[in-house]
């Protein structure tokens, strides 16, 4: 049996996109802390301002995702990362141009978090779309394992950097990493030397016109939504992310005013909470190969969302080994399921339907992410902090049932390609005309 790590560590092109991702995973955490407190210290904008800020960035995920997701799949996904690095390296870069020359308003930062939000809705999901013509299909875990390696390495790290250079240079100045992180991603990006066709639509190749853009968005939510597999991994993560986000978005106000916690020791609780998500992205492979693929998924979820537990269960006694332990589990459990459910997804789908694919994977499980934040603070305005914590945490754990109730928990391992995946279903469907209830291999 082929070594598939020692495959990825001599793959020259897989290692420039790993190094690229790398270097804007670490830029972009001093972009995160330094934003919102250009807005805050420099600006002196209200908190909300502060939260508009926020909404700016995140709006671009729900207005153009499923759109970049067509656009994903009619282009070369190169180019695409190409120019999302370069354009979101020039809209930082703006910010500490402005700063310098004393005319940086409020309304910078929100064009520069929206301009920002739409170039990243492109880069990533032609990124999640790019890897799987770039590496074997056999390789997707370990490729998707190594890239969640960078984004936990800059996690840990990544907050300590920002804010040694926010004390030492002022937020929008150190935003100019940030941009010049970007940079070097592109770089890295322009040196992969894989050739990538140009995509040809399947009725363009057969002389007929191509099909509209809502067509396109169209086709790929019905793939999602039809889909045997891939309709339950929506289902699952929608669920954790709405009861999760619910948790995560009175969290802090907990911690504070409830247990009475500093914010050093809160900084503190995060940092060794966030060695969790390193030790997924390092032990996922091997899971996945040992355990097999449908049962990692469903370990995933099921340890993150008994990680949101110790949350309701703290005490003021007991809060700093509660909290850290719910870091632990939660980013361990996190990084297995997304690590195996995404490269799942992306060996099973045909090459014309990654972009859409991703986009509407995305929509779909990043919508309820705003529903969970407003009902989070809804709740707990109305009916307390820890009551509605509790909820989150009991709620997060219905997300396992879409998985361990369908086929997801059968899978046994990637799939060598939808070729494989379509000759599989073509089997299942026979031995289901046959009267036979069992489910194939």
Known sequence: MTDTRRSLWRHPDFLRLWTAESISQVGTQVTQLALPL????????????VALLGTFEFLPFILLGLPAGVWVDRLRRRPILIAGDLGRAVALGSIPVAYVLDGLTIWQLYVVGFAVGCLTVFFDIAYQSYLPSLVGRDDLVEGNAKLEISRSGAGLVGPTIAGVLIEWLSAPIAILVDSLSYLGSALFVLLIRRPEPRPVHPDVAAGRERPGMRQDVAEGIRYVVGHRYLRWIALSTATSNLFSTMVFAILLV????????????????????NIGFLLGALITTRLTRRIRLGPAIVLGATVSSLGLLFIPLATAE?????????????????????????????????ERMQGRMNASMRFIVWGTIPIGSIVGGALGTTIGLLPTIWIGAVGGLLSILPLVLTPVRKLRAIPSGPDEYAALEDARQALAAGGIGREAP
């Not at 250009?38 to 301002?49: K, R, Y």
């Not at 500093?262 to 609780?269: D, L, N, P, R």
């Not at 007991?318 to 997804?345: D, H, P």
């Open 318 to 350: 007991t809060a700093f080994a509660f909290l850290v332990a719910e870091g632990l589990l939660f980013g361990f459990g996190s990084v297995v399921y997304n690590v195996s459910q995404v490269s799942f997804r992306q060996a099973i789908t045909p």
């Open 38 to 49: 250009a807005a805050i210290v420099v600006l002196d904008a209200s908190p909300f301002e």
């Open 254 to 273: 907990y911690l504070v005013r409830q247990l009475g916690m500093s914010a050093g020791v809160i900084g503190v609780i995060f940092a060794i909470g």
